[in-house]
């Protein structure tokens, strides 16, 4: 966990870390989580994908992606699981024409075979439509979101990716995207991957400065001692399109999770940040 003095200094700059306590246990065992990763060719062509599988009976718990060398002209359009729950999937797409060479990487965590009971990928899908999208994908009841997923399809970079976000009592995900130009009928679906809770569960956020930098880039406080990161999550307040998440991404000891998030093209207006890591052990 950062010191306190740490967090005093960011709360200074406009800076909020806020911890949710859903479940805990006075004493729990490590769920083994380990993050899985895979990179495109990294060239001028666009669109882009890649993929990455969990070892053999082993279960995806969220999706996530980075757009490497964008410079905010690429969208993260993808970061998402197969209905098996065994295959991430991250895509990029430019938004605005560009000659530089880009790529996109999937990072994805996963489960041991039978580490996590009950779990169960659901999906909600807004559109196809020219609107703007707010899809929600709930768990059932009794279970709670480990992790989640989007994506977007037809969008063709004119549909900037605003949220995946978990609701505080980890009950949902919802997904959120924003036209950026004129674009056309596309729909957007938000995953939940849900399961029985385990000993301990938690929602860990930070949410930056409102200020109009561009790129912000943000990690959550550490997971609590005992506990990984098993879902990633972010959000942008106030850019409504005019900035695009293209960085969501569990850091490499599953302690912490990593947003950025750059404005498609000149934006003169002020814009905040949250970014969240579930944590379960």
């Known amino acids: 966990m950062r010191s306190r003095a ?4 960011l709360l200074a700059v406009g800076g909020t870390a806020v911890a949710t306590v859903v479940m805990a246990a006075p004493a729990y065992a490590s769920l083994s989580l380990y993050r899985i990763t895979a990179v495109s060719a990294h060239d001028s062509v666009s669109p882009k994908t890649v ?14 992606g980075r757009v490497n060398d964008g410079g905010g002209d690429v969208l993260l359009t993808r970061a998402y699981a197969d209905g098996a729950l065994s295959l991430a999937t991250a895509a990029g797409i430019e938004a605005i024409a560009t000659t530089v060479d880009w790529d996109v990487e999937v990072m994805a965590v996963c489960a ?22 707010f899809p929600t994908a ?6 709670l ?3 989640g997923g989007y994506k977007v399809e037809d969008g063709y970079g004119l549909a900037s990716i605003d949220e995946l976000r978990f609701d505080t009592a980890l009950g949902w995900v919802q997904a959120t995207s924003y036209a950026n130009g004129a674009v056309g009928n596309y729909s957007l679906t938000a995953q939940a991957i849900c399961g029985t809770p385990v000993a301990s569960m938690s929602l860990v956020s930070w949410t930056t400065a409102t200020n109009s930098i561009s790129p912000k880039t943000e990690t959550t406080p550490a997971c609590p001692a005992g506990t990984q990161t098993s879902g990633i999550g972010g ?13 969501l991404i569990p850091k490499p000891q599953l302690g912490t999770v990593e947003i ?11 814009w905040n940040v949250l970014v969240q890591a579930v944590c379960a052990g």
Request: aromatic share 2%; with cysteine; charged share 10%.
């Open 6 to 9: 740490l967090l005093a200094l």
């Open 51 to 64: 993929t990455a599988t969990c070892d053999v009976g082993d279960t995806l718990l969220s999706v996530g």
């Open 112 to 133: 041991p075979a039978g580490m996590i009971s009950g779990l169960q990928l659901m999906e909600t899908t807004a559109g196809p439509s020219i609107s703007d999208k």
């Open 138 to 143: 709930v768990c059932p009841v009794g279970k």
């Open 145 to 147: 979101a480990f992790g």
């Open 235 to 247: 959000a942008i307040t106030g850019a409504l399109g005019a900035a695009s998440i293209d960085t």
């Open 260 to 270: 950025t998030v750059r404005e498609v093209g000149a934006y003169p207006g002020n």
